[in-house]
């Protein structure tokens, strides 16, 4: 056997930004964010599709970068968690919500369960408690018991909710 | 006087800011230049010895840069050897494995190349030969005559045997009224934590230094071993960890990984990274809690506990853990069983065997089944007896007047407050009223049930509890705090702390704000860098840091006030009685244009020879150590609901509330999360986890679809309420962070066994 037989070239947008990349067909698109374009903030829980860690939005819907090849991202505007604010420096209203209700612990499901919470608060502002423990029920956290992540996502669809007068509080 | 500003209020995380932007830095985040990949060959068989293992093929592979058996590294590096006790036999075993593989998934040779996937390439193409010898696989066949023998010079598969008698039970159980005999079996589940285990290793051809970048609890204890086993000077050995996505209890033991990767990292001169795949951590990152107690129980006719006779076996798998030994668990089991209850005969006898599974490793309370057993046994006693199982758990308690006393083990029960706990949960959960809605569900073919657990938490191990227990756990007890002063005024905190994900980063600095008088943004606490941090085995482990952390931070930052108080003094011609620290400036009483703000502290301290400390040395640098002492207990109640579907078996947790006595808060927000996860994982291994093998030895959960954890759909919101006893202890906090591990799984299986009353269904494993 030789060197690998094939590369691709692959091009898309990540958090708003054109980024390119050659790679092994074989080539994940949790490797490519992680190892190519240095996005660390996605993480590698299981690389089975099992445990939600490495949840990136495709085009607006949340995926499983580890069961993603990354050609298949090519031309596709991708979010992670670097990507959840505004400006680098800031935090998003879930984000800031996140750290008032204590969300998380040792913060390695924290990418995945954003997006997943990003992904439902731009779908609805209003979700009930079964339905935030709905969306976040494909991803496991181990340290938290999910309380805290429930609370911290009502907590920020309430501050998204426009109030009376038409503002967002 | 120190105002208490941020202690006891839920100051939002230090740690948030970057893990909530996906800037934390864990294990897998770091990357090193010329950094190369490892990847193992497993044993794909339980039990065989290796006829030969061919890396020929794999040593020419494109990128492969290094191939390692044991052969190789043998003349390199010793062996691993676990602590031992007396009485227990402790094998001594090689990072690769060495003629015999015991368990799947065993490493027998490593791969190291340009990357992760050529190194898994050139895995596939090693050609390990194998002879399959029987397996043991379960704790009966183990122990059984004709058993196949793991380790054959030690003629048996029975490890370590303890037999323990307190007072009379053969006259206690002559006296009874009713007895019990009941067999309680845990199955095996693991820790998993979302990060698996890994490291890089990074050894610098020029000087021979090795820094080992790693994921684990207790960094000091990985330095300890590595500089053992492979032969590398101490001072040329630093262990490094960034941020840690969890471990309760599965990192806190050296691996063979770890051991192989170093030594290749030292060959190449080279980093080596190695980071674990979910198969390889549900297989052999470390499993726990296989335990199975026969428990013979006497009580008298108004249901007072006379006498137990408990008979342990435990099944600690393939090798001993470097870290907590077999015996360490059996004897805290034993030393703990009585709890918080009136039991003064009492007999115990421990048995651990070795089987063709994966090593047992500490999780979350590791003495867990004590709680089990003895919450289930009181259930069972009250059906027996024909009493309420609260009522029946409130005559067993020590009442306050025959307390503070000693167990019939040794431990010193002082400040016990279960009487208080156990009354409010059954008020809080509304019991009188639930009883009555489960006769009516009952009638409309709904089965509800409700279970109760009592324990006491040890958190952290006092004096007392480790003399009980006999062995090795005195070294574990220190913690140590160093604070420094920097030339601008903000302070470092040096703790010998490892969090991953209890949130010392902002607990430890709230005490340190507080103590010295200023703002939380000047203190950063530094942990995880075995060349600065104080030394200490345990890192973070066994609910330490609320007493003992709290204790040594509070110490060095008095000291530190103190200094600065003396300096300020000296330098205004001011008796020290007059001067305090306000809002992060030395402020003179009375005199409101006396101020000393902290950057001038820090700036006098750093060019005054003489004013900061007498022998001229410049700088404040405070150390202070912190040991255990009695009384230290954490206590619940635990109390579940459940509704049990007879068609389906399905269980749905309609209710789950825990009443804690933890003493006083650091972080209120901290100590509920950390309460909420040990229950949520107590709950997720009663109805969802197991660590399940085959009848050849083959592991059967080998990913997260097969080893099932709980998720936010399976879990009810968890209601924590909290008591403070003992608040003016001069380290009111106490530890926290096993305890929903401990009671959840009886409280649980109590309320389901209470549900299938009518059906007579009892609930042993
Ligand atoms: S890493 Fe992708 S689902 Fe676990
Ligand atoms: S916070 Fe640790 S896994 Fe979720």
Redesign the interface.
């Known amino acids: 056997m030789t060197g690998p037989a094939t590369t691709v070239e692959v091009t898309l947008r990540v958090n708003g930004e054109e980024r390119s990349a050659i790679v092994e067909p074989r080539r994940t698109l949790v490797e490519l964010l992680r190892e190519d374009l240095e996005l660390t903030g996605t993480h590698i829980g299981c690389e089975q599709g099992a445990c939600g860690s490495c949840t990136v939005l495709i085009d607006g819907a949340s995926a499983r970068a580890c069961l993603t090849p990354a050609f298949r991202a090519h031309g596709c505007e991708v979010v992670t968690i670097e990507g959840l604010a505004d400006a680098p420096g800031t935090m998003s209203v879930l984000q800031q919500a996140c750290m008032e209700r204590h969300a998380f612990q040792c913060g390695f499901c924290t990418p995945g369960m954003l997006i997943v919470a990003a992904e439902l608060l731009a779908e609805r502002d209003d979700p009930s408690e079964a339905e935030v423990r709905e969306a976040l029920s494909g991803n496991l956290c181990r340290c938290t018991g999910y309380d805290s992540i429930v609370a911290a996502v009502l907590h920020a669809a309430e501050r998204l909710r426009p109030t009376v007068d038409g503002a967002a509080s | 006087m120190t105002i208490q500003r941020l202690t006891g209020t ?1 100051v ?2 230090v ?3 970057r ?8 294990v ?2 770091v ?1 090193l230049p010329g950094m190369l990949h490892a990847a193992f060959v497993r044993s794909p068989h339980a039990h065989a010895r290796i006829v030969s293992i061919d890396t020929s093929e794999a040593k020419v ?2 990128g492969v840069r290094l191939v390692l058996s044991d052969a190789d590294l043998r003349p390199l590096i010793g062996d691993m050897t676990a602590n031992g006790s007396a009485g227990l036999f402790v094998a001594t075993y090689s990072a690769l494995a060495r003629d015999v593989v015991r368990l799947v998934g065993e490493p027998i040779a490593m791969v190291v190349a340009d990357s992760r ?1 050529l190194a898994e390439d050139a895995v596939d193409r090693v050609v390990v030969r194998f002879d399959v010898l029987d397996p043991v696989i379960d704790m009966d066949a183990a122990m059984r005559d004709d058993a196949a023998l793991l380790y054959p010079d030690h003629r048996s598969n029975v490890i370590y045997r303890t037999e323990h008698r307190y007072g009379d039970t053969a006259a206690a159980f002559a006296d009874a009224a009713h007895v019990v005999h009941e067999r309680f079996l845990q199955h095996r589940h693991a820790n ?5 285990r890994g490291g890089v290793a990074d050894c610098s051809p020029a000087t021979g230094a090795l820094e080992y970048h790693t994921s684990h609890q207790a960094p000091h204890a990985m330095r300890f071993q590595l500089s053992m086993i492979l032969r590398q000077p101490a001072h040329l050995l630093r262990v490094r960890c960034g ?4 471990s ?1 209890g599965q990192k806190g033991g050296i691996g063979r990984e770890d051991i192989a990767v170093c030594a290749a990292s030292r060959m190449l001169g080279r980093p080596v990274k190695w ?1 674990e ?3 390889e951590n549900l297989a052999v990152g470390g499993q726990a809690r296989e335990e199975r107690l026969d428990v013979e129980a006497a009580i008298d006719a108004e249901g007072h506990l006379l006498a137990v006779r408990l008979k342990m076996v435990m099944d600690t798998g393939a090798y001993p853990q470097l870290g907590f030994p077999a015996s360490g668990y059996t004897n805290v089991v034993r030393s703990l069983f009585p709890g918080p209850y009136r039991l003064e005969h009492y007999d115990f006898d421990a048995i651990a065997v070795t089987t063709n599974k994966g090593t047992y490793v500490p999780y979350r309370g590791p003495w867990e089944v004590e709680t089990w057993v003895r919450e289930r046994l009181f259930d069972v006693l009250a059906r027996t007896a024909g009493i309420d199982p609260v009522e029946l758990r409130l005559r067993n308690l020590w009442t306050d007047d025959e307390l503070p006393r000693q167990s019939v083990t040794g431990v010193e029960l002082i400040k016990m407050t279960q009487r208080d706990t156990l009354l409010d949960a059954r008020d809080r959960i509304g019991y009188d009223a639930f009883r009555a809605e489960q006769v009516e569900a009952r009638r409309n073919g709904r089965h509800l049930g409700i279970g109760f657990c009592n324990f006491i938490e040890p958190a952290p191990f006092m004096p007392s509890l480790i003399k009980a227990i006999g062995f090795m756990a005195a070294p574990r007890t220190p913690q140590e705090a160093h604070i420094r002063v920097e030339p601008d005024g903000s302070v470092t905190l040096f703790t010998s702390q490892q969090p ?4 010392h980063e902002t607990t430890l600095a709230q005490l340190v704000a507080d103590e010295i008088g200023i703002d939380i943004a000047r203190v950063r606490v530094v942990h995880g860098d075995t060349q600065v941090t104080p030394f200490n085995f345990v890192g973070t482990g066994g609910s330490r840091a609320a007493t003992l952390a709290s204790g040594a931070v509070m110490g060095a930052a008095r000291q530190v006030r103190d200094r600065i108080l003396r300096m300020a003094a000296e330098l205004w011609e001011i008796d020290v009685a007059d001067l305090d620290i306000v809002d992060g400036a030395v402020v003179a009483i009375g005199v409101p244009s006396r101020t000393l703000p902290m950057p001038m502290v820090g700036v006098l301290a750093y060019t005054r020879p003489g004013l900061a400390n007498d022998d001229g040395s410049l700088g404040i640098d405070e150390h202070h150590a912190y040991i255990s002492y009695e009384g230290t207990w954490s206590q619940s109640t635990h109390c579940c609901v459940v509704e049990v579907d007879v068609e389906t078996g399905q269980v749905k947790v309609l209710r789950f509330l825990v009443v804690e006595d933890c003493g006083r808060m650091i972080n209120p ?2 100590v ?2 950390q309460v ?2 040990g ?3 107590g709950i997720s291994a009663v109805l969802f986890e197991h660590s399940a093998y085959g009848p050849d030895g083959r592991y059967l959960a080998t ?3 097969d080893y099932l ?1 709980a ?5 009810p ?2 209601e924590v309420v909290h008591h403070h006893s003992d608040p003016d202890d001069a380290v009111p906090f106490r530890g926290v962070g096993e305890g929903g591990a401990i009671g959840a799984p009886a409280a649980l299986t109590n309320a389901i066994e209470d549900a299938l009353v009518p059906f007579g269904v009892k609930i042993r494993e």
């Open positions: 839920s939002q995380r740690e948030d800011p893990i909530l932007t996906g800037r934390g830095r864990y897998d985040d990357v592979m494109p996937a998993v934590p979302m990060e698996t941020d840690i996505g969890g309760f980071i795949d979910r198969a991953h994900g209890q949130g927000a901290i509920d999360g909420r996860g229950v949520a994982q990913s997260l679809t954890i998720t936010a759909n399976d879990l919101h968890i």
